[in-house]
């Protein structure tokens, strides 16, 4: 306790708990999920373009690894609130999951390549329910919920998730940027792919095991709290957080924004192929792209102080707005795709950092408002999501190519005129409709103006409890 009062506390009065070395212990962790995530998200062209599989076939069974998925994180957040470790309901998991998540990383690239149609589609959905629906969801629900339960500064929070996005997207801009062209210098086929993986799959085993040495749960209201979460049925904690209105307009937020995020990551290969005519490009798009990323990270610390989370995230989706009308108009050009890509870059930027501060809070604002905290739960069902989101925005791209006809291996010349428009409609419309969408959801988040009443009050209460 001493040592936390030496820290200080934060502009809203509230005790500050964590040094450089926390923020850094914690924000490695982010480097496996973000390795999987961003290899799925790259799945798609690998199976099309790698593997010979159908992009309507490759689509519909991704997306029904995710609808599995997002089910499992409601799953996974009751049973983290039940389990009573000595370590904590959250800290364990990063160590029993640390093997599995390296072992799946490699398993999703040795699709049988001469196999039949059904096995091939087999193999994908059985490899993509392991990697997203069991062992993704036993990371990344107790790694969200442990924000929670590491401080109650909301500024801490936003600072950890600003740490957390930095290695996230570090890790992110190295597969975007360098993937494509270290695969293809590999020699382009299934056994290149499968190299780069066993890499990232090493990294994300030693990152785990950081992340499980690093983590702590000093805030002590995940196991006491005004009223036990352990034996509150299901249905009554989905009814609790539904009357959350902080937390249904983050499960919307988190939905739209992984749709845009499983378009964005997966579109610019086909964008780069088929309408600048060289996939190497993508390449330079992700190098580019690293200017309004550092600018993003160094911008959205000062914008969240003086502005506030959801301020914040508004503004920076008006950015990206801008960028995305930009592109509409321009279409063809490399120029636009640098420069109006680049503002929705930015825009990605303080959501990826403060969403899951948001999300967090709200969990305050259920203790405070229903004596319950449900932590668990809080962060698995947004997480629903999320899933739900980067499920639909990664198929999204397999459905709009195979309604346009698209030829799984064909080069430019040779695809039907119509997949043009389809490529234009998931890399440049569809985003545009939803950066408007979130900018009208973080508008109506307005927790932050009684945040600091809530922590008091919560504070108070415990402290009550305890003397009695």
Not at 298 to 323: D, F, N, R, S, Y
Request: with cysteine; aromatic share 10%.
């Amino acid at each position: 306790m001493k040592a936390r009062k030496e820290l200080g506390k934060d502009s809203m009065g509230i005790q500050k708990a964590m040094r450089t070395k926390d923020y850094l212990g914690d924000g490695i962790g982010q480097l496996p999920l973000n390795a999987l995530t961003c290899l799925i998200a790259q799945i798609t062209y690998f199976y099309t373009d790698k593997v010979g599989v159908a992009a309507a076939s490759a689509a519909t069974m991704l997306v029904i690894a995710k609808v599995i998925d997002a089910f499992t994180d409601l799953a996974m957040g009751k049973i983290m609130d039940k389990v009573h470790s000595p370590e904590g309901r959250c800290k364990p998991w990063f160590k029993w999951m640390s093997l599995p998540i390296a072992v799946i990383m490699v398993l999703l690239f040795t699709v049988p390549k001469s196999a039949p149609a059904g096995v091939q589609n087999a193999y994908i959905l059985i490899t993509e329910i392991l990697a997203s629906a069991v062992i993704y969801t036993a990371i990344a629900i107790p790694y969200g919920a442990i924000m929670a339960v590491r401080t109650d500064s909301a500024e801490e929070r936003g600072k950890m998730g600003i740490f957390r996005s930095i290695f996230g997207y570090a890790v992110g801009m190295v597969i975007a940027i360098l993937l494509i062209p270290i695969t293809n210098m590999l020699g382009g086929d299934q056994a290149a792919w499968i190299k780069v993986a066993t890499v990232f799959a090493v990294v994300s085993f030693v990152g785990m095991l950081i992340l499980y040495r690093s983590s702590k749960e000093t805030t002590g209201r995940a196991t006491t709290g005004n009223g036990s979460d352990d034996d509150l049925p299901f249905s009554k904690e989905m009814g609790l957080l539904f009357h959350n209105k902080y937390w249904v307009l983050m499960l919307f937020a988190n939905l739209v924004m992984n749709i845009s995020y499983g378009l964005s990551s997966a579109s610019g290969t086909y964008y780069t192929k088929y309408i600048l005519g060289n996939d190497n490009l993508v390449a330079l798009l992700g190098a580019v792209g690293m200017i309004p990323t550092l600018l993003g990270f160094a911008l959205v610390g000062p914008m969240t102080k003086k502005l506030g989370m959801a301020k914040t995230c508004q503004i920076a989706c008006l950015i990206g707005i801008a960028g995305g009308i930009y592109r509409v108009f321009t279409p063809y050009s490399l120029v636009s795709c640098l420069v109006g890509g680049s503002m929705i870059t930015f825009a990605n930027i303080p959501i990826m950092c403060l969403m899951g501060a948001m999300v967090n809070n709200c969990v305050e604002y259920n203790d405070w408002k229903f004596h319950h905290r449900m932590l668990g739960l809080s962060n698995s069902a947004s997480s629903f999501g999320s899933k739900i989101g980067s499920g639909i925005g990664g198929s999204l791209i397999g459905w709009i190519l195979g309604a346009c006809g698209y030829i799984s291996g064909a080069d430019a010349a040779s695809q039907p005129a119509s997949v043009t428009g389809g490529i234009f409609a998931f890399a440049i419309y569809i985003p545009l409709i939803l950066l408007i969408i979130l900018v009208i959801l973080f508008h109506k988040y307005d927790l932050e103006k009684i945040y600091p009443k809530i922590v008091a009050e919560l504070q108070a209460r415990s402290t009550e409890e305890k003397k009695s």
